[in-house]
């Protein structure tokens, strides 16, 4: 295929996606997969840079495999596959360590974060080598678009440096990628504490809509969504975020323009808006919902068509390490 490569992907970090992950990284995917070569992968090595239960994991895994799948990544068209299953990840990642200096990978901010947030015993060497086994799962690929949160924008800035560093010190090998950064107005935030991302680690449960919540928890978790004393419903992310982020998901969820959203809720109350949000992420969610749970009814198929995935990627991701132990001696 002619069509230029993508590489993304999502840790299992939790037994759903949630609606952030949905609007901010799946819908994206899943409306590029025609124009790139796409491959998107389930970060099962990375999920192990923090504390994890392996039974929740293993189970994570294949959930989070499933709601792609049911969110309308064509496993047929893209590569859609395990990290853990394509051993070039780790290899590649090695191979990147010894060429990333200590000093650049310190000045990682999301390790910065996460490594305060777990503490000292929880920041282990694999944390901080984080961002090179990232830099390994795009240049295997030698994709040119990465879509991802402005959270990880400086790994994949990191990972344009080691392209380029190894490319000018061992001779072309990879392809320097672009980031794709999804836009603000994609970004949804916590409905208990609005001015926070929404976000697998979440610690208010209630203010997290899972793609794999029942109908019912999801409309009662939009029923109590924080907003704010005023009674007007206009967008207006520094002096009122609750109510902000309601219409975020609306439009976003409508495809109605902020502006046009705006006029439609003059003069109508936040009980109205709170109820039209939770009605429109069901009817998207509830066929997603489904076929996801139906897709996990059936594990052996579901793994039948990962380690097919997974076998796809690997014949690319092989020709790429292969080349690279070819330069430096291997
Ligand atoms: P991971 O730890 O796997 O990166 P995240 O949940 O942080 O998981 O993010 C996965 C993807 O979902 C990223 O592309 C990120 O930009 C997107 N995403 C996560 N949270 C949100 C959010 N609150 N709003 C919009 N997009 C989000
Ligand atoms: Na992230």
Redesign the pocket.
């Given at each position: 295929t002619s069509k230029p490569r993508l590489f993304s992907g999502?840790?299992p970090?939790a037994q759903s996606l949630h609606i952030?992950?949905y609007?901010?990284?799946l819908q994206q995917w899943r409306d590029m997969q025609d124009a790139y070569d796409a491959f998107f992968c389930v970060v099962d090595l990375h999920a192990i840079t923090v504390p994890q239960d392996p039974a929740a994991l293993r189970e994570q895994t294949r959930r989070t495999a499933a709601q792609y799948i049911a969110a309308g990544i064509d496993p047929a068209k893209s590569t859609l596959y395990v990290q853990s299953h394509v051993p070039a990840h780790s290899q590649l990642a090695w191979v990147l360590n010894t060429i990333t200096g200590f000093g650049e990978a310190s000045r990682m901010t999301q390790f910065k974060d996460k490594s305060s947030r777990y503490g000292a015993d929880a920041t282990t060497l694999g944390l901080f080598a984080y961002p090179t086994l990232m830099a390994a799962d795009i240049l295997l690929y030698g994709a040119e678009a990465v879509p991802?949160?402005d959270d990880q924008k400086q790994h994949v800035e990191l990972t344009r440096d080691l392209a380029n560093r190894f490319n000018s010190r061992f001779g072309e090998t990879f392809v320097v990628p672009e980031p794709i950064i999804?836009t603000e107005t994609?970004?949804?935030y916590d409905l208990q504490n609005p001015e926070s991302?929404?976000?697998?680690s979440a610690a208010s449960e209630n203010g997290v809509v899972w793609l794999l919540d029942e109908p019912a928890k999801t409309a009662k978790k939009f029923k109590t969504a924080v907003t704010d004393a005023e009674r007007e419903i206009r967008f207006d992310r520094g002096a009122k975020p609750g109510v902000s982020n309601l219409l975020t998901i609306l439009s976003s969820f409508t495809g109605t323009a902020m502006p046009a959203l705006e006029e439609q809720y003059v003069g109508r109350g936040y009980g109205d808006l709170k109820k039209d949000v939770a009605d429109a992420v069901v009817a998207a969610f509830e066929p997603v919902r489904a076929r996801a749970l139906e897709l996990l009814d059936d594990p052996a198929e579901l793994d039948r068509v990962l380690a097919a995935n997974a076998d796809r990627a690997a014949e690319v991701a092989d020709v790429t390490l292969k080349a690279v132990y070819d330069r430096i001696g291997l």
């Amino acid at each position: 295929t002619s069509k230029p490569r993508l590489f993304s992907g999502m840790q299992p970090s939790a037994q759903s996606l949630h609606i952030g992950n949905y609007v901010g990284a799946l819908q994206q995917w899943r409306d590029m997969q025609d124009a790139y070569d796409a491959f998107f992968c389930v970060v099962d090595l990375h999920a192990i840079t923090v504390p994890q239960d392996p039974a929740a994991l293993r189970e994570q895994t294949r959930r989070t495999a499933a709601q792609y799948i049911a969110a309308g990544i064509d496993p047929a068209k893209s590569t859609l596959y395990v990290q853990s299953h394509v051993p070039a990840h780790s290899q590649l990642a090695w191979v990147l360590n010894t060429i990333t200096g200590f000093g650049e990978a310190s000045r990682m901010t999301q390790f910065k974060d996460k490594s305060s947030r777990y503490g000292a015993d929880a920041t282990t060497l694999g944390l901080f080598a984080y961002p090179t086994l990232m830099a390994a799962d795009i240049l295997l690929y030698g994709a040119e678009a990465v879509p991802v949160g402005d959270d990880q924008k400086q790994h994949v800035e990191l990972t344009r440096d080691l392209a380029n560093r190894f490319n000018s010190r061992f001779g072309e090998t990879f392809v320097v990628p672009e980031p794709i950064i999804l836009t603000e107005t994609a970004r949804i935030y916590d409905l208990q504490n609005p001015e926070s991302k929404m976000s697998k680690s979440a610690a208010s449960e209630n203010g997290v809509v899972w793609l794999l919540d029942e109908p019912a928890k999801t409309a009662k978790k939009f029923k109590t969504a924080v907003t704010d004393a005023e009674r007007e419903i206009r967008f207006d992310r520094g002096a009122k975020p609750g109510v902000s982020n309601l219409l975020t998901i609306l439009s976003s969820f409508t495809g109605t323009a902020m502006p046009a959203l705006e006029e439609q809720y003059v003069g109508r109350g936040y009980g109205d808006l709170k109820k039209d949000v939770a009605d429109a992420v069901v009817a998207a969610f509830e066929p997603v919902r489904a076929r996801a749970l139906e897709l996990l009814d059936d594990p052996a198929e579901l793994d039948r068509v990962l380690a097919a995935n997974a076998d796809r990627a690997a014949e690319v991701a092989d020709v790429t390490l292969k080349a690279v132990y070819d330069r430096i001696g291997l």
